[in-house]
């Protein structure tokens, strides 16, 4: 087994001399749920229309399961599965004969619409006509045909788009267990960072066309530091004494101070260094950067982070 399913090379594309892509190295491991995210605009679509053939992209640029996407582009559309947005459907047939005109397209086993409608969990729904589906329903039955063939690499842009929280939690679960029980590796384009969060294994940021960060989720927390919170009878003195400590504050308003912190014992100097000073403390809390936080950092200040 390769070790990284998806890898770009110095991948770049313009469109009519309008660079939106530039220099893109990307490495998604094998068996991961990796989650790219960025603004609209960031060249995330464009990425995924290059990987998927559907622009033509440089030589040798792009390796997919190990193997050239231009040399071998018959073998390697094979072993992929995909869905853009939301999935093109006949609503005067039933969830089954959809599946079916995708698997004659395909040519693979009747067996394996069984199979896939178990795996999105539709059986009971195959017969119903997809015009009385919901949105949640069309995106499982969307993710069924792109299943179809079993598929080393599910690529999905937006699976989640316009779902309610109950759908958008059906598709999350989903993708877990294509990834966990079913060995696949999922390269999935999102908005929702609360949701990567929940199930990403990787990540990559893409901001104008550029890599901002890519790797687990644990390595993108260690890029920024804890935020202390802090409440003062006399949050002025306080900020002064803390820059002259060599603290770095953070714009937390005028209700409170944040300061970055390294780990706990700093908080207790923090805490002893306003005591002393005759600085009453009336709140102190410490919170870890969500991947919200982390994102907009990164996308909206990307040198912040660069020399931690």
Do not use: C, W
Request: proline share 4%; charged share 20%; net charge neutral.
């Amino acid at each position: 087994m390769v070790p990284f399913s998806i890898e770009t090379h110095h991948l770049s594309h313009a469109f009519h001399n309008r660079p939106v892509l530039h220099d893109l190295n990307l490495q998604v491991p094998t068996g991961s749920i990796f989650g790219f995210l960025g603004p609209n605009g960031s060249g995330k679509t464009t990425t995924i229309r290059l990987l998927l053939g559907l622009i033509r992209s440089p030589s040798t640029a792009i390796r997919l399961m190990g193997k050239d996407s231009r040399t071998h582009r018959l073998e390697i559309l094979s072993r992929i599965g995909a869905l853009i947005e939301s999935p093109a459907l006949y609503n005067h047939l039933s969830g089954r004969d959809n599946l079916e005109v995708i698997r004659l397209a395909r040519q693979v086993d009747q067996k394996q619409i069984d199979r896939v409608l178990g795996m999105v969990q539709l059986t009971g729904d195959a017969q119903q006509k997809v015009r009385a589906y919901s949105l949640g329903m069309r995106q499982r039955l969307g993710i069924a045909m792109a299943l179809l063939g079993d598929p080393h690499l599910l690529i999905l842009d937006e699976p989640t788009n316009g779902l309610d929280p109950a759908g958008i939690r059906e598709i999350r679960e989903l993708l877990i267990e294509l990834s966990q029980r079913h060995g696949k590796t999922v390269f999935v384009s999102s908005h929702l960072l609360g949701e990567m969060e929940k199930m990403a294994t990787h990540l990559a940021i893409l901001n104008e066309g550029h890599l901002l960060f890519q790797g687990t989720m644990a390595q993108l927390q260690h890029l920024q530091l804890p935020v202390l919170s802090l409440e003062t009878d006399h949050n002025a003195t306080a900020r002064a004494l803390l820059q002259r400590a060599g603290y770095q504050l953070l714009d937390g308003g005028t209700e409170q101070l944040t300061v970055s912190v390294k780990d706990r014992p700093q908080i207790g100097a923090i805490n002893r260094l306003l005591l002393d000073q005759g600085v009453s403390i009336y709140k102190l809390h410490m919170h870890q950067p969500t991947l919200e936080d982390l994102f907009f950092t990164l996308t909206s200040h990307p040198k912040t982070l660069e020399n931690r």
